[in-house]
Nanobody, 115 residues
Framework: QVQLVESGGGLVQAGGSLSLSCTAS????????MRWYRQPPGKQRDLVAG???????TYADSVKGRFTISRDNAKGTVNLQMNSLKPEDTAVYYC?????????WGQGTQVTVSS
């Protein structure tokens, strides 16, 4: 079992920055990929960024150059630094990982960007 807890969401003006953090606990040994997804109101949940245990990163085109994902394997944390935020970044942001064939999601944290 793996538990994921996000923190760091909030309200920010367009052009501002926020940092999200996700802490994994439980059986976190050998977790490879950790990802951030987001779900805007009334829309589907989409991938924002991902990072492997070796540090390889991927980003959605919409956030490239603005968001940075990082992780600390020893602490079991993954962070998402979000800069130059836009109103269209407003969503609930979820931390995700998988292990032994099971998907694990955090409870989500709300990010609201005002124009």
């Amino acid at each position: 079992q793996v538990q994921l807890v996000e923190s760091g969401g909030g309200l920010v003006q367009a052009g501002g920055s926020l940092s999200l953090s996700c802490t994994a606990s439980g059986n976190i040994f050998s977790i490879t990929i950790m990802r951030w997804y987001r779900q805007p109101p009334g829309k589907q949940r989409d991938l924002v960024a991902g990072i492997t245990s070796g540090g390889t990163t991927t980003y959605a085109d919409s956030v490239k150059g603005r968001f940075t994902i990082s992780r600390d394997n020893a602490k079991g944390t993954v962070n998402l630094q979000m800069n130059s935020l836009k109103p269209e970044d407003t969503a609930v942001y979820y931390c995700y990982t998988f292990k032994a064939g099971r998907d694990y999601w955090g409870q989500g944290t709300q990010v609201t960007v005002s124009s």
